[in-house]
């Protein structure tokens, strides 16, 4: 008896040592229409940069999951309980990826969305009645929320990563306008002062626009000036991917497929 006990000990010793019967870490990937665009499959010629990320990582190695939503802002996506959702997988070792900033500047309590959150980085708030939940709500700044998805992913021993909003199709004296000064200044700053992750992924993009010129530029974005198609959603999640590759210290990367470790 006591032989066949440490028998079993050993198969399920070497068993549990397969790689296969091991979980998996996983990308949860969060944002707003830039980075899933509808249901994810193309409608309307558009697309959403994590639709297409997957295919530059491993995904023997890793599981994608890409969570963005169209029209939500750092704010919706939580009162929406969509984070609740995901905090109740998370793991520790698992990475999530955050683009919020393009729906952050609407109206705080309007009729149609009422998704805006306070600008800047700080303590502020203001009590409102949201006509759309029908409940009187505190709303925050933009950083309160970034700060909150950050912390709460830190918290389950995952890594967060932040993402600056992609530039919109808006040139200016032949360059694209930067938004270092608003939404992108402000995630940076908080993931700084968070010790998350950043990838300016507003200056990768435009500086990629710059030098592929407007005419260019506008063949991505068929409805308007904020949306790409399926070409500017790919450029889109290589400069994403560009970026992981540049993350000192990030062990994201070393689920990239090799080429696009080099």
Not at 37 to 63: E, P, R, V
Not at 223 to 229: G, I, R, S, Y
Request: proline share 3%; charged share 25%.
């Amino acid at each position: 008896m006591k032989y066949a006990t440490c028998l079993l000990i050993a198969v399920f010793s070497i068993l549990g040592s397969f790689s296969f019967l091991k979980r998996h870490p996983v990308l949860y990937i969060i944002g707003d229409s830039t980075v899933k665009n509808g249901n994810g499959k193309g409608a309307d010629a558009l697309w959403g940069w994590g639709s297409l990320i997957d295919n530059y990582f491993d995904t023997t190695k890793i599981a994608i999951r890409n969570h963005a939503i169209g029209g939500r802002s750092s704010r919706t996506f939580i009162t929406d309980g969509r984070w609740d959702a995901i905090l109740k997988t998370l793991k520790k070792g698992d990475y999530v990826i955050i683009q919020f900033g393009h729906n952050d500047s609407g109206p705080l309590d309007d009729t149609a969305r009422a998704r805006g959150t306070i600008k800047g980085i700080g303590d502020a708030s203001q009590e409102i009645y949201n006509p759309i939940r029908r409940i009187k709500e505190t709303v925050y700044t933009y950083g309160y929320y970034i700060r909150k998805l950050i912390n709460d992913t830190k918290s389950k021993g995952a890594v967060a990563i932040v993402c600056s909003p992609i530039p919109r199709n808006d040139f200016k004296d032949g360059k694209v306008k930067r938004n270092d000064l608003d939404y992108g200044g402000w995630a940076k700053q908080v993931a700084v002062a968070t010790g998350a992750f950043f990838v300016d992924l507003n200056q990768l993009i435009a500086d990629k626009y710059d030098r592929l010129g407007p005419d260019a530029v506008n063949a991505f974005f068929p409805k308007d000036h904020t949306h790409p198609n399926l070409d500017g959603s790919r450029l889109n999640a290589g400069m994403v991917v560009q970026g992981i590759g540049q993350l000192s210290g990030c062990d994201l990367k070393l689920f990239l497929k090799k080429q696009e470790q080099q």
